[in-house]
Every structure is written in C-alpha cells, then in structure tokens.
Antibody, heavy 123, light 108 residues
C-alpha cells in the first residue's frame, strides 16, 4: 500500500522559513517523480513544485520560484520542501504527491496523495 | 498558464441519477493529459481518471471521461451514496500543472 506522510507544517510569521518533509513507503521510491501541491480556501488546488526520480530536474510554480526548494533523498525514501520568505498567501494544506511517471516536467498525472501538513503564515 | 473552468459549481442530484461534470480549458490541452480527482471532506484528493478516460486502480466503471476540443467531461453513470463529493479536473499537458476550481456533487 502506497503511503505518503507529510510533516513539518506550523504557524510561522511572514518572512520566516519552514521545512516540510514527506516519508514514503509502499512503492519503489526512486522510480517516480514527486510533487508538492497545496490547497487553500481562496486558491483551491495549486501545484507548487515537482522533482524527477533522480533529482536531475526540478520545476516550480512562478510564485514560489526563488523562495521554495524541492529536494529528495532516495536513500531515505523522503521528499522535502524548503520554504523561505514565507508570505501570507502561502498559507495552505501542503500535500506530498506521487507522479505516475519518473519525470516531473513531463508529468503522467498524480496517482497518490498524502493527507497533508498545514502551513499557516500569520503575524 | 492554462486555466481550467469547471461547471456547474454545485450539482444537486439523487442517488441513482447520472452526473455530468464539465471542465473547459483556456487553451488547447491534449486530452491525453487530463485527469479527474475526487475529494471527500477531510480527505486528500483521489485519482479517478487519467489520460482522459483511463480509470485508476480500483475505480468503478460508472466513472468515465470524455473530451471534445477544449471541453472535458466526467460522467458518473449512476450515483452511489459514496460518490457525493467534490470533483476536480487537472491538466498535465503544460507546466504549471493546473486544476479546476471544483464541482460539488451534493445529495438533492
């Protein structure tokens, strides 16, 4: 059974940093691309970032470029999202999502989602 | 960025009825790169359909996808009680991958 378990969400002030983690199990981790997708009442579902199976390529939504960094550790079956210069509109539930394919920039669709970790940005 | 517009916002139907959900893209999207997801309250989205008409593992055949130009449709042939939820379309043809705003299927 595929499992994706996110952690690291918190209440933080604008301008601060936060690191999200996702522990994966139940599939061959280094065969697949992975993504972060966030959901908020105001913006709905929003893809944030993606990474290839071998970390060879990453892709970001424009509003997070230069502020967020996606990475993975295939030895630990883990995905990460380093978030800096957090803004009020980054508040959302962040999902770790598995791609059906290996290349994030050539997605084959998102077949498994974690339960999410909540990030709240507020002063 | 490709914008997906779903309609209607809310669909009020009874169990056993047919549900037709629409998704329109602002630009040409290959139907091979359209997916549909179901989300129930308090749960993560679940993949229903990918590649426009391929059902994900375990998805019953009452769910089907179709396309006509830039319009995409999810059809639920006969609603079961567990089908009342919010449904999202997604395109993964061109980055950034985008989602529609959702259609809520509620019990009439």
């Amino acid at each position: 059974e595929v499992q994706l378990v996110e952690s690291g969400g918190d209440l933080v002030q604008p301008g601060r940093s936060l690191r999200l983690s996702c522990a994966a199990s139940g599939f061959t981790f280094d065969d697949y691309a992975l993504h972060w997708v966030r959901q908020s009442p105001g913006k709905g579902l929003e893809w944030v970032a993606g990474i290839n199976w071998n970390s060879g390529n990453t892709d970001y939504e424009d509003s997070v470029k230069g502020r967020f960094t996606i990475s993975r550790d295939n030895a630990k079956n883990s995905l990460y999202l380093e978030m800096s210069s957090l803004r009020l509109d980054d508040s959302a539930l962040y999902y770790c999502v598995k791609d059906r394919g290996a290349v994030a920039s050539n997605s084959a669709g998102f077949d498994f989602w974690g339960q999410g970790t909540r990030v709240s940005v507020s002063s | 960025e490709i914008v997906l517009t779903q309609s209607p916002g809310t669909l009020s139907l009874s169990p056993g009825e047919r549900a037709t959900l629409s998704c329109r893209a602002s630009q040409t999207v290959s139907s091979s790169y359209v997916a549909w997801y179901q989300q129930k309250t308090g749960q993560a989205p679940r993949l229903l359909i990918y590649g426009m008409f391929h059902r994900a593992t375990g998805i019953p055949d009452r769910f089907s996808g179709s396309a006509s130009g830039t319009d995409f449709t999810l059809t639920i042939s006969r609603l079961e009680p567990e089908d009342f939820a919010v449904y999202y379309c997604q395109q993964y043809d061109r980055s950034p991958w985008t989602f529609g705003q959702g259609t809520k299927v509620e019990i009439k």
